[in-house]
């Protein structure tokens, strides 16, 4: 049993989907999965396995940011024995032809971090997704008629930052969203040896300035919930 999740041997999937939000987990383990059953509810970040389409699968939320992140990946990876990961979560649009509620497939994560300046010395790390479950997940998304985004983005440490245009310098360079988690998620998956793949839903725009309510946000991003959920047991 680890510290922060405290699931029994046997009691998580070797694949799993990670939200961010715990009610976003509980969503997807009520509504996608069959005879779903919590095994963590530590912190109230809610852990759930069940079966999807007859193959066992899990849902874990993570908190928001790269230190929680950080916490339930390693626990994932190093005590469960969790082989192919797949992020469901949300991020800003940083570009002008990336419009509210399109899908983003993150091919590689830029960071503002230091976490891994930490971890190698000074030195820069280049965290890219799984090609493997990439292209899978592009395959599931455009046979139904949805076109995702593929590119890099950004994961951040500041929500609220000093400097309201610097997002502007990452989309000069192809920089295609924000969000907070996937930068770590890859070099852990990288550590570890395991797929890892970040499925993301616009939920606000930094040129437009629109943004979904949380309720959307839980609830209504079923897209990149039915796309990673095909690629998890794909």
Request: with cysteine.
């Amino acid at each position: 049993m680890s510290i922060h999740i405290a699931a029994k041997p046997g009691e998580i999937a070797e694949s799993i989907l990670l939200p961010g939000d715990p009610l976003r987990a509980r969503f997807i383990a009520e509504n996608f999965l069959e005879s779903p059953r919590q095994y963590s509810d530590i912190r109230n970040i809610l852990g759930f396995t069940g079966t999807y389409k007859g193959k066992q699968l899990s849902v874990q939320g993570t908190g928001m940011g790269i230190p929680s992140f950080s916490i339930y990946a390693n626990e994932l990876f190093r005590d469960y024995g969790v082989k192919r990961a797949i992020r469901v979560g949300t991020a800003g649009s940083m570009r002008e032809e990336v419009k509210l509620r399109d899908l983003v497939f993150a091919m590689s994560a830029c960071t503002d971090s230091g976490v891994n300046r930490n971890r190698f010395g000074g030195r820069d790390f280049a965290p890219t997704a799984s090609f493997g479950l990439l292209k899978s997940a592009y395959e599931i998304a455009t046979a139904r008629g949805w076109n995702p985004v593929v590119g890099p983005i950004l994961s951040s440490d500041l929500f609220y930052g000093e400097d309201g245009d610097e997002w502007k310098l990452w989309a000069k360079f192809g920089v295609v969203a924000v969000e907070m988690e996937c930068a770590e998620l890859y070099t852990l998956a990288a550590k570890y040896g395991r797929e890892a793949l970040t499925i993301l839903t616009i939920s606000d725009s930094l040129i437009s300035h629109e943004l979904t309510s949380a309720e959307e946000r839980q609830k209504t991003f079923t897209r990149m919930m039915k796309v990673a959920l095909d690629t998890a047991i794909s």
